[in-house]
């Protein structure tokens, strides 16, 4: 995908609401417009974190006074979920108490409370238990989608909970034997079920994927759902999508 047409889609993703109407506007599927929605969510809510935390005393003396935990979200543009563990920390509730409510609403108490906190989980799509259930089945199913592709191909690896322990950092597939890509012998695969963007790509690239390469030589981080094209150049790192598992012929040295 362009940057400029990615940028716009990102842009125009302001609310969940507008997730159909901006897949169908350009043309992409309804999870890769949820996924650039989230990207758009997490970023905002990580710039606005401390100046929601600031204001913190005052929220609670307006929930006290009765405005509901989503409303004052929704004002602050800040995810219902989070906003519940920022304001009801500040009024008392410790962090266990508070992990507690949001994975087991009906076991709160008190009514106002337990409505409240049941109507900010099912108003975030990005930090609710669901939200992250479902970013964890995607995750998975990229992953058993590649182990498939590579046993079809006959290509032997190990995964991450193979040689977790072995070394600092473990990749999803690290290969028995190399495969030959781009005049470099790939000894590694990374499963991305997102959109690699330029922060994405950033963030990856320094925290994750250069950290294996000095571990075991060149790899590929396969982005399930595309990436910004062109993608950043890596020296031996290959930065693919979905597509790669078609086009691409792997031989094992």
Known sequence: MKVTDYLKIYD????YEKIPAVARKYGISEE???????????RNATRNF????????????RWNKGESLLSIAKQHDFPPVLMAQVLLKAAGYGKKELWK???EPEAIKNPRLKREIKE???????????????QRRRGEWGETQLAEWL??????????NDIRGKYGKTPDFLLK???????????????????GDKVELRKNMSRQLKPYVELFGPGVVLYWFGHIEPAPKEEKIAVVDASFLEKYKPRVE
């Not at 100046?51 to 913190?56: E, Y």
């Not at 900010?120 to 479902?134: C, G, K, Q, T």
């Open 151 to 160: 046993r079809e191909h006959g290509i032997e690896f190990e995964r991450e």
């Open 50 to 61: 401390y100046r929601v935390k600031a204001r913190a005393d005052v929220l609670v003396k």
């Open 101 to 103: 409510m949001i994975k």
């Open 120 to 134: 900010v989980l099912a108003n975030d799509y990005s930090y609710s238990p669901e939200a992250l259930e479902i």
């Open 12 to 15: 125009e993703l302001f609310d």
């Open 177 to 195: 034997k190399p495969i030959k890509m781009n005049g470099y012998s790939i000894k590694w695969i990374e499963s991305k079920a997102n959109f």
């Open 32 to 42: 890769l417009a949820l996924i650039i929605y989230s990207h758009r969510t997490v």
